[in-house]
């Protein structure tokens, strides 16, 4: 297994709303907890505590930029799951940056031996 950076970084938990479609959670038949989510529209909703002016998303546990996990990691929403690990497959993600820098944290550099 490889190092994955997001269990010392939770930045993005942090930075993002968390919207989803409304049909994930749990009530309807998906796997995201219900009660742990709060609507945003008719047909999205959003984990709670993502929605508003110091965005933290409530399923996420221990301190950014040192160790965190999610609470929900096996049953998170598609937007969570599909979020993409700097710099895996050799691609950068710009969105990720921008959340590591809010929160005081550096860029994630390439693998060194990714490195020409």
Not at 23 to 33: L, R
Not at 75 to 95: D, M, Q, T
């Amino acid at each position: 297994m490889s190092y994955n950076p997001c269990i010392s970084c939770g930045a993005c938990c942090a930075f993002f709303r968390a919207s989803f479609y409304w049909a994930e959670i749990d009530e309807a038949g998906g796997t995201v907890p219900t009660e742990l989510t709060q609507q945003v529209s008719p047909f999205m909703r959003a984990m709670k505590g993502t929605f508003g002016g110091k965005p933290r998303c409530v399923a996420l546990q221990g301190e950014i930029g040192k160790e965190v996990g999610c609470s929900i990691y096996e049953k998170r929403s598609s937007v969570c799951r599909e979020f993409p690990v700097a710099w895996e497959n050799g691609i950068p993600n710009e969105r990720c940056d921008k959340a590591r820098i809010a929160h005081g944290l550096e860029p994630l550099q390439p693998p060194l031996d990714k490195v020409a």
